[in-house]
T-cell receptor, first 115, second 114 residues
Framework: DTEVTQTPKHLVMGMTNKKSLKCEQH?????MYWYKQKAKKPPELMFV???????INESVPSRFSPECPNSSLLNLHLHALQPEDSALYLC??????????????FGPGTRLTVL | AQSVTQLGSHVSVSEGALVLLRCNYS??????LFWYVQYPNQGLQLLLKYTSAATLVKGINGFEAEFKKSETSFHLTKPSAHMSDAAEYFC????????????FGAGTRLAVHP
């Protein structure tokens, strides 16, 4: 299985809602990533987990809260978002997160719209 | 600090013509380099990667890229464009040391017309 899956595919939420994005991989990868991609822009790194520990937080607002319950699963909890947070949220994984080179495998993304 | 510059935000070619997408990088150490493709409303798919082995790298779907250290370039080419190649292409750089952060270029949208 060389796939990263993300659910849901689409999400519409109000600014007072709480929702979660889910990402899963079964490739035995030990590093997982969250990216945010606005229209016609490249992906921007948000968080990196390595061996289930948060390794990088790119100064992301606290209304985004990542969680890595186990090595195969990565969540992104959303609370009190703003309309400007509307974007495509991409999850990725790689064999390792530090040191040696590792290519990142991306999921199809969750299209988030904040009303 | 690392950075990636993709020359040309839009490239248009005829079906069957050569595809050339340009990427230049800035890095204090020899980097790892990647090309990703993104089709509309989809995630990113790795086309090819350079990791300090052969300077000419072959990837999927007939694409290849050549690492030129003297020019700090990693341009992507395909001899003959197909309609299905129409997509957004991103060049990315990663340092061999430290965390596996990818720094992306701004992207090039490739259009292929009949």
């Amino acid at each position: 299985d060389t796939e990263v899956t993300q659910t849901p595919k689409h999400l519409v939420m109000g600014m007072t809602n709480k929702k979660s994005l889910k990402c899963e991989q079964h490739m035995g990868h030990r590093a997982m990533y969250w990216y945010k991609q606005k229209a016609k822009k490249p992906p921007e790194l948000m968080f990196v987990y390595s061996y289930e520990k948060l390794s990088i937080n790119e100064s992301v607002p606290s209304r985004f809260s990542p969680e890595c319950p186990n090595s195969s699963l990565l969540n992104l909890h959303l609370h009190a978002l703003q309309p400007e947070d509307s974007a495509l949220y991409l999850c990725a994984s790689s064999q390792e997160g530090q040191g040696a080179y590792n290519e990142q495998f991306f999921g199809p993304g969750t299209r988030l719209t904040v009303l | 600090a690392q950075s990636v510059t993709q020359l040309g935000s839009h490239v248009s070619v005829s079906e069957g013509a050569l595809v050339l997408l340009r990427c230049n990088y800035s890095s204090s150490v020899p980097p790892y380099l990647f090309w990703y493709v993104q089709y509309p409303n989809q995630g990113l798919q790795l086309l090819l990667k350079y990791t300090s082995a052969a300077t000419l790298v072959k990837g999927i779907n007939g694409f290849e890229a050549e690492f030129k250290k003297s020019e700090t370039s990693f341009h992507l080419t395909k001899p003959s464009a197909h309609m299905s190649d129409a997509a957004e292409y991103f060049c990315a750089v990663s340092e061999p040391r430290g965390y596996n952060k990818l720094i992306f270029g701004a992207g090039t949208r490739l259009a292929v017309h009949p």
